[in-house]
């Protein structure tokens, strides 16, 4: 390309004159030469130069990294890296801010100041502080109660663990779960169906794995697909699907299904059946990455509906 003026460069750029001569005036991108009126001109390899120097300052580059790169006093690929680093950390600012504005925008009511602190520093919670937080949930639900070991630890182990990256699914589930294992109520109603499900006590029910991986399974199944029909648990049409659950249930737990096991294992599954719950280890699931986990709530309580619309 011929020399151009400095007006020809900003309309080939779209970079403002005004810029194009504070870049000049601080040896950024010098002119080529000046005509005999004094005017600045332009060669082509200053307009590659003038090119990159736009591309780098759109990237976020200060002025004097900028001029370390040009001058090769600053390598470019390490610069880049470290741009990459940074820009990635304001990726996870400005999802955790969104996460709570979302969840602001979401309300039913005004929050108060409180609850608006609250719910940044949950969204900003480090990996310390949000282990802090379930741990603490934790020695709530179990202190003094005489629980499965097996059923405590199973709840100990399966801890969030937030990636370093995390994805907007993510760091919402965080919050969620945040504000869930908050709730006065979830925890009495968690303490209360761990004691009554998987206490050791003489009261407790207690409950046999295998029985309880088939009725998961076989409730999902079997039942999932009358509730999405819109089936009435009272109905006719329900007998076959009930009868066929039960009798599952009692031949996995070594029982027969008599008029007695319905009654009492039906008081257990009704026990064992919140909403919150299960949306507890769906949300654990989702921050740490784990398959989708089935809502089966609906379905259980389809089920109890339907053996309480029989009496024997």
């Known amino acids: 390309m011929q020399n151009a003026t400095i007006g020809e460069l900003a309309r080939r750029t779209g970079i403002p004159i005004k810029t194009i001569r504070y870049y000049a005036e601080i040896g950024l991108v010098p002119e080529t030469r000046r005509t005999r009126a004094g005017y600045r001109t332009y060669d082509s390899s ?10 780098l300052r759109e990237l976020g580059l200060d002025i004097a990294t900028i001029r370390a790169i040009l001058d090769r006093r600053a390598d470019l690929p390490g610069v ?13 600012l400005l999802r955790l801010r969104r996460t709570v504005l979302r969840r602001l925008a979401a309300a039913g009511s005004p929050p108060d100041d409180q609850e608006v602190e609250r719910m940044h520093r949950l969204a900003h919670a480090s990996a310390e502080e949000r282990r802090s937080i379930m741990n603490e949930f934790l020695d709530h639900i179990f202190a003094g109660l005489a629980v499965s070991p097996e059923f405590e630890d199973r709840f100990r182990k399966g801890m969030p663990e937030l990636p370093d990256d995390p994805t907007d699914a993510q760091v919402d589930a965080w919050v969620e779960l945040a504000e869930l294992v908050q709730d006065p109520d979830f925890r009495a109603t968690v303490r209360r169906m761990s004691e009554q499900s998987w206490g050791t006590s003489a009261a407790a029910q207690p409950v046999d794995r295998e029985a309880a991986a088939v009725a998961a399974q076989l409730v999902g199944e079997r039942i999932g697909p ?3 029909a819109g089936v009435d648990p009272a109905s006719a049409e329900a007998t076959a699907a009930v009868d066929e659950v039960m009798g599952a249930f009692a031949q996995a737990a070594g029982r027969e299904d008599t008029p007695a096991y319905r009654a009492a294992e039906i008081e257990r599954l009704a026990a064992g059946t919140d909403a919150r719950a299960e949306r507890y280890w769906q949300l654990i699931g989702t921050v740490n990455g784990w398959p989708e986990r089935p809502a089966l709530v609906p379905a259980f309580e389809w089920l ?4 309480r619309a029989r009496p024997e």
């Open 46 to 55: 200053a307009l590659l130069r003038l090119e990159l120097v736009r591309t």
């Open 80 to 92: 880049a890296a470290a741009q990459v680093d940074a820009i990635d950390t304001q990726i996870r």
């Open 226 to 228: 009358l509730v999405a």
């Open 304 to 307: 109890i509906a339907a053996v």
